[in-house]
């Protein structure tokens, strides 16, 4: 096993950024059609993506197995390609659904099939570093995104913005290429998927950390989609400077990132995760104090201060991740990522949801306070995923 292989890092971090420009043109998507379709309507279109997502996680755990996590890569990829090229030609509401759909469907089979490369070809410390390495390329795609995307809406070209998917096609058929031409490994198994395959539910720190990674998403779907929302709603920002909001937010994350794959080397990852969720009460409660008592002489600190939190979130899901992914058993690997992809759907699905709600009965001042809240829960459930034992390794050694 070669923990230092760039080559096999390349196309991961490449398919990463891509899915990442995709999943987070949610916020442009939903500035552009804001005027046209309510904010609750809006709030549904996200489980067009999250629920085929869901599903294709559930029922293509052997496909992916059989056809092998590169090929199952390629397909994603040749996928993405083809709807980037309809989604400018069909002027319609409902093809947003449609493409979403295919948008989530491939993102499910790379999720699972990255998250196993990674599993196949790295391990312990090495293993996090490289998850956190490949969640960065998500964050700076986020900020390609809101730069992009903003930039071509406050340009005189701004009715042609759907036109900027064709140039994802266009990174995508590279990494295509790029995929191809790589050596992975892939660790062979021979053992049937399902038999047994849900054994790891009996192990409650399993349970515990599937609760986390659905708040986790819940938590960044808040952030990702609505950020610019907020900006523009509630700060009084056009809408050029709302998606900033998100591309600052993305700089922070992939910094937080980058940061984290070099740290975690060094430093445990229960105390990192603590220390990133303090930092991150006390960034939130302060927004929501200034908001609250001193809008009009801090709105500007307001600006610059949310974006920060960018810098303690994104360490947290890789972190999780990969303190329980080094864990599980080799042949439980693609359906334990399956059950990710599930909890992460319905972590997007119903934060958007969530949001859509605060910003429909407009209470979206609290905006910060109700982010809080559900970091509380995660908070409170690290603790236990610490202290508790994976079971699920015990049983698999009897």
């Known amino acids: 096993m070669n923990i230092n292989n760039n080559k096999i890092k390349l196309p991961l971090i490449l398919s990463f950024l891509i899915f990442s420009i995709l999943l987070n043109s949610m916020g442009v998507i939903i500035l552009q059609l804001s005027q046209q379709i309510s904010y609750k309507g809006l709030g549904f279109l996200e489980s067009f993506k999250d629920i085929p997502m869901a599903l294709v996680s559930l029922f293509c755990v052997n496909l992916i197995r059989k056809t092998g996590n590169k090929n199952a890569l390629m397909f994603s990829l040749v996928f993405i390609i083809l709807s980037c090229i309809a989604l400018p030609l069909v002027d319609t509401f409902w093809f947003f659904k449609i493409w979403l759909s295919i948008v989530g469907v491939s993102f499910a089979l790379a999720k699972i099939s990255v998250f196993s490369i990674i599993k196949d070809n790295f391990r312990d410390q090495h293993l996090a570093s490289t998850m956190s390495r490949v ?8 900020f390609i995104v809101n730069i992009g995307f903003g930039s071509l809406l406050s340009s005189s070209y701004a009715e042609y913005w759907k036109y900027g998917f064709w140039l994802i096609a266009v990174l995508s058929i590279i990494t295509l290429i790029v995929l191809k031409r790589s050596e992975i490994s892939e660790a062979i198994v021979e053992k049937n ?15 515990i950390f599937f609760c986390i990674i659905f708040l986790m998403v819940f938590v960044e779907q808040s952030f990702n989609s609505w950020l610019p929302s907020f900006y523009k709603n509630n700060l009084k920002v056009n809408s050029y400077f709302a998606l900033q909001s998100s591309a600052f937010l993305a700089l922070f994350s992939f910094l937080g990132r980058l940061a984290t794959s070099k740290l975690i080397l060094r430093v445990h990852w229960f105390r990192f995760v603590i220390t990133c969720l303090l930092c991150l009460f006390i960034i939130l409660g302060t927004s929501q104090v200034l908001i609250t008592f001193f809008y009009n002489s801090s709105k500007w600190i307001i600006i610059i201060l949310i974006p920060i939190t960018g810098l303690f979130l994104s360490p947290l899901y890789p972190l ?27 972590g997007s699905s119903l934060g958007s949801l969530y949001m859509a709600l605060i910003f429909h009965e407009k209470v979206s001042n609290f905006y910060p306070l109700y982010i809080i809240m559900p970091l509380l829960f995660i908070f409170g459930l690290t603790f236990f995923l610490n202290k508790t034992k994976m079971n699920y390794d015990r049983d698999q050694k009897n």
């Open 320 to 346: 999780y991740n990969s303190e329980v992914l080094n864990k599980i058993a080799s042949d439980k690997t693609h359906l334990f990522i399956s059950v990710v992809v599930i909890c992460s759907s319905l």
């Open 193 to 207: 998927e399902f038999s047994g395959g849900l054994d790891f539910f009996r192990s409650l720190k399993i349970v």
């Open 135 to 142: 969640e960065a390329s998500f964050m700076i795609g986020i």
